[in-house]
Structures are given as structure tokens and as C-alpha cells.
């Protein structure tokens, strides 16, 4: 098979895993132990799948308005705020990219001696604010979760998680994922539930289920809109 792949070699690994990421593209994670010349058949063999999964991806991004994709972004929308900037690209006088936001507008300067190859910095920019817009946001909405249905955690973290949305440690430190940002609000509401409920059950056991769909009936739901936005997430994100 021809397709280009990312080998990963996990040490609890028992099988060999696919996954199929929109940005990071074919991912195999094997046993340590795993004998790797054994890959390309293994993926002749899952070519059908492989193929069917890539189409379902493009037809996802397929309908994304092309302002908000590419390395340098027209514009962001915010889904968990209900909010849309503009992004306006500017010569930079100093010899760093900078970001400075106005009202809704994202003024971006690059330095014309990066313009070319200012991809990263621009991508680093928008991720900075994004996290502080994600602390901000999310904080305050992880706060009134919490006092509103008697939840104690220790502390919040904003991070870029490879493949995870939230989670939450044994001493109650929860930490999400900087792109909920992107996620509609019960989507976001769900994320948070599901980790303050990890403050009292540490597990998937039935007691932690039964607890979120106490306090969100309808989380399924959610959890299907989140595999969505993951697919659709800006490249730059």
C-alpha cells in the first residue's frame, strides 16, 4: 500500500491499532515487540477500510467555509462563545511575528523577512490566543459546573491533547483540550461534566456513567458532535 504512515510503538500495547487523522494522517500503533515488516500487509489488508475512512474525511471538511482553513486563516469561529474574528495579515515593523486583537479582529504582523515561511509562527500565534481564550472561558465554566453541582477539583490546565478532550488525575487536576473552543456548547458542557465527574469516580465503571447521564440525560448526543468537530478542526489548531 502506497499511502504514507506514522508508526507508533506503545508499550501496553496487545494488537496493532489504526487511526486515521484528518491532519496527522495514517497512524499504526504496535506492541513493542512487534515485528514492523509485517505493516504494509497488514495495511493491503485494511486497504477497503483505510479508503473508505479517507473519503468520509474529505466529505467532512468538504462544506467548511475556505476562510477558515489553511496555515493562514481568514477567519475563526469560536463555536463554544458563539464568536467569529477576522484575521488581518500585516508587514511587522519588528523582527518577531506578533498578535494583537481589536474588537473582533485578529491583527497579525509577520515580519517580511518570514513572510515566506511564516506558517509556524502564525500558527503558534493563533494557538497562544486561543489557549488564553480557553482559559478564560472554560475556567469560568468549569467553575459554575462545579459549585452548581458540588464538585471540588484541585486545579485546571488549557493543553493541546494529541487525542483527548479532557481529563482529570487522581489528586483532581483537570485539563482540557484548547480546541473545545471550536466545540458547540453542549458539546463543551459535556467535556466538563465528564471530567468533574472523574473528581468522585476515577473510571468508566457503570456508577460514573449513570452520574453524567444524571446530570446530562441526552450526552450521547455530545459525544457524537465532538468526533465531528474533531475531523473539521482549522489546520492551524
Known sequence: MSQP???????????????LDPRD?????VPARFDQRR?????????????????????????????LLGARPQRVDLAAMAQSWTV??????????HLRETGQCLQLAVPAA??????????ELL?????????IFLGR???????????RYRSLGIRYQRSRWGSCSARGNISLNARLMFCPPRAVRYVLIHELVHTEHLNHSP???SRVAELMPDYSAAQHSLKKVWQRLPDWA
Not at 494522517?25 to 500503533?29: D, F, K, N, P, Q
Open 5 to 19: 504512515y506514522t508508526v507508533r510503538v506503545h508499550p501496553r500495547a496487545r494488537h496493532v491499532r489504526l487511526r
Open 39 to 67: 505493516i504494509p500487509g497488514l495495511l493491503e489488508e485494511r486497504r477497503d477500510w483505510i479508503e473508505q475512512v479517507s473519503r468520509r474525511h474529505v466529505a467532512l471538511r468538504a462544506d467548511c467555509a475556505p476562510a
Open 114 to 123: 518570514l513572510d515566506g515561511a511564516a506558517d509556524d509562527p502564525v500558527a
Open 88 to 97: 488581518d495579515y500585516q508587514v511587522a515593523a519588528k523582527p518577531r511575528a
Open 127 to 135: 494557538r497562544r490566543w486561543l489557549s488564553a481564550k480557553a482559559r
Open 207 to 209: 456508577a460514573f456513567w
Open 141 to 151: 465554566q468549569l467553575g459554575e459546573l462545579a459549585e452548581q453541582h458540588g464538585f
Open 25 to 29: 494522517g495514517l497512524i499504526v500503533t
